[in-house]
């Protein structure tokens, strides 16, 4: 995530940040664990498609979200048909909820504006994302001075992709998502997202996967990712909840067809789905592809990115 902190007075600023979306480049299912979570091993990059937020504390007591979306011209509390409510159910909201009893504080208050470009139900995780931004604003915003090792239990307690997206980057993903461990990684990658209207239940999902015999072996894919070449990433490429999506969603199936006909060097479904993506030579052939991708299915979001770096932090 990228971060600027604005001083509103000597004990609090205003943050201001970018959220970035995530692809998994690589999802196997290893089995199931007792709480009823699946035993991951999933390789994920943050890619320059963003949600922005905008954090401005006060003694209130309250946390107030309002949720805009610039890319439709509208700005409104929430909006039924996109799925995103503005109470304790967003992450955003009940992460910050969790840092108050936390630290034991409950007259700190929050106005959050939310300008939401990631697609919801998508497996991009853009609301974990927009919680790990939560964690860090609240950290900042309220003066808590949070060690690296209290984010990341906080996060982890929030969901399970939430941890990963404190670091951001290329990093290696085990237990149910929240063991977080970054790899070396050549960023700037160029890809192309299409994510259609219609969206899966994760949940749903996971559940209909069968744990495979011979899982695909991450270290045989991390050694490909160390050598940092697109076309040799691309054909190494894994998603276990692939088949199982299609299985439940036809337009996941129209997704890979599309994309086979495009010069990307490889292709699949990110995280439970339904966004697909494909990895190209360059910039060049990804803008080419989306330009492709957009006029002939015109009931896709499609989005050029690119991947990113880990996280960094700049204050004004």
Known sequence: MLVQT?????????????????????????????????????????VSLFDGLRFCPNDSGEIKLKVQFPDVGRSVGAIPEYGIPIDKRNLIVASLIRLRETFGQPAMGMEIVLDKRIPAAAGLGGASSDAAAAIVAGDLAWGLKMTSEQR?????????????????????????????????????????????????????????CVVPGVPADVDVFLDVVARGRPEAIAQQLHNRLQPVAESMEEEVKRLAKAFEQTECLGHQMSGSGTSYFGVF??????????????????DWDVFRVKSLGRNAVTAA
Do not use: W
């Open 6 to 46: 604005l001083p509103q007075t000597d004990r609090s600023c205003v943050v201001q940040i970018s959220a970035p979306a995530k692809i998994n480049l690589f999802l196997e299912i290893l089995g199931k664990r007792p709480d009823g979570f699946h035993e991951l091993a999933t390789v994920m990059t943050t």
């Open 152 to 208: 990341h239990l906080i996060a982890s307690a929030i969901g399970s992709d939430v941890p990963f997206f404190l670091y951001g980057g290329t990093a290696l993903c085990t237990g149910r998502g929240e063991q977080v461990m970054s790899v070396s990684a050549t960023a700037g990658m160029a890809m192309v997202i299409a994510k259609p209207v219609c969206g899966l239940s994760t949940p749903t999902v996971f559940e209909q």
């Open 281 to 298: 030579a360059d910039s060049e052939a990804a803008g080419m592809a989306a330009d492709q991708l957009g006029k002939r299915n015109p």
